[in-house]
T-cell receptor
Framework: GAVVSQHPSWVICKSGTSVKIECRSL??????MFWYRQFPKQSLMLMAT?????????EQGVEKDKFLINHASLTLSTLTVTSAHPEDSSFYIC?????????????FGNGTRLTVT | QKEVEQNSGPLSVPEGAIASLNCTYS??????FFWYRQYSGKSPELIMF????GDKEDGRFTAQLNKASQYVSLLIRDSQPSDSATYLC???????????FGPGTRLSVLP
């Protein structure tokens, strides 16, 4: 159980375009999902917490107008990178808890490797 | 600022040896502790979690927790080259949703 599906697994786009990444909880409902970014050989960096039916909470330094998060249902959160630039090239990973006890673990999607040319 | 610290490594062990990975955390209110494994270019996958002081064993893996010392560790017995990866320690308090991740320790198991 507790499978998180992320799509696409990789994407290449041109500078200035927008890219949407989907994160789905397949066998559980997730009122909260988390979006991380990871640059090569660096640690996970939490970008934002996505809350179903309400606005996302962004970490300090993350531009909310650039990284649009929509959590329209209990099983789907999307991250849209708007007006992407080469410096946005990174590995984006979503995660969710399976809604069990407060101490249930995070489960990660397979990640999306974004390359902006 | 809640912090989780790990030695970045690389930690090199020979095949068949015990690998010991350590993690310390700053928030005394932390209640839940998780170990994730991340292969290069892949997303993290859950290995184990521990909530109570002491040891918890799962196959070749043993998690150890000492809340008084704010210390959690992961032992990997009979290390295999396939265990070569970065191991992330994650900590969560009772309240709120956020997990705090350490920077990870890179483990290299030499054949």
């Amino acid at each position: 159980g507790a499978v998180v599906s992320q799509h696409p697994s990789w994407v290449i786009c041109k500078s200035g375009t927008s890219v949407k990444i989907e994160c789905r909880s397949l066998d559980f409902q997730a009122t909260t999902m988390f979006w991380y970014r990871q640059f090569p050989k660096q640690s996970l960096m939490l970008m934002a917490t996505s809350n179903e039916g309400s606005k996302a909470t962004y970490e300090q330094g993350v531009e909310k107008d650039k990284f649009l998060i929509n959590h329209a249902s209990l099983t789907l959160s999307t991250l849209t990178v708007t007006s992407a630039h080469p410096e946005d090239s990174s590995f984006y990973i979503c995660s969710a808890r399976d809604g069990g006890p407060y101490n249930s673990p995070l489960h990660f999607g397979n990640g999306t490797r974004l390359t902006v040319t | 600022q809640k912090e989780v610290e790990q030695n970045s490594g690389p930690l090199s062990v020979p095949e068949g040896a015990i690998a010991s990975l350590n993690c310390t955390y700053s928030d005394r209110g932390s209640q839940s502790f998780f170990w994730y494994r991340q292969y290069s270019g892949k997303s993290p996958e859950l290995i184990m979690f521990i909530y109570s002081n002491g040891d918890k064993e799962d196959g070749r893996f043993t998690a150890q927790l000492n809340k008084a010392s704010q210390y959690v560790s992961l032992l990997i017995r009979d290390s295999q080259p396939s265990d070569s990866a970065t191991y992330l320690c994650a900590v969560k308090g009772n309240y709120g949703q956020n997990f705090v991740f350490g920077p990870g320790t890179r483990l290299s198991v030499l054949p």
